[in-house]
């Protein structure tokens, strides 16, 4: 039996982001459901996605649709978990450079972080297949269980 995974971005989730290239390709547009819109990043790598929760978090899985051409092909995902104030590596994501829905399941390798108690996680775009840097999402999700 499959462990049970609930939405963990909602409306009292902050999300900041690193950069945007203007109004319309904003941060709001990464989770209003619509595959009309997006975020688009100015150029430059790094970018990067930040999630912070309003109770803390046990992420397990991270869904992402990209355009082609303005992908995060090496993603590193970091963590801030018990209201400690160092960000630790959870794991790393290697998107293809397609315009679908890519999912990715979020297990570490380090000791005492699989259910850890997480108060933020940031995508870190290290790469981007597009030559300026620039990194457009049309979707994220992200799934696991919040923790009482």
């Not at 998107?95 to 699989?114: C, H, M, W, Y």
């Amino acid at each position: 039996m499959s462990e049970r995974m609930d939405p963990l971005i909602d409306a009292s989730t902050k999300i900041k982001v690193s950069s945007t290239l203007d109004k319309s390709v904003g941060k709001k547009f990464l989770t209003d459901g619509s595959p009309e819109t997006c975020w688009t990043s100015q150029q430059g790598t790094p970018q990067y996605i930040q999630l912070t929760f309003p109770k803390p978090v046990s992420p397990k899985r991270v869904e992402i649709t990209f355009q082609g051409g303005f992908v995060g092909t090496r993603t590193l995902i970091e963590i801030l978990e018990n209201g400690e104030q160092k960000w630790r590596t959870l794991t790393h994501i290697y998107p293809e450079d397609v315009n679908r829905k890519q999912a990715f399941d979020l297990t570490s390798t380090e000791a005492g972080i699989a259910d850890a108690n997480v108060d933020s996680l940031k995508l870190v775009f290290e790469e981007s297949s597009d030559f300026f840097g620039r990194i457009t999402v049309y979707d994220l999700q992200l799934l696991g269980s919040v923790l009482v």
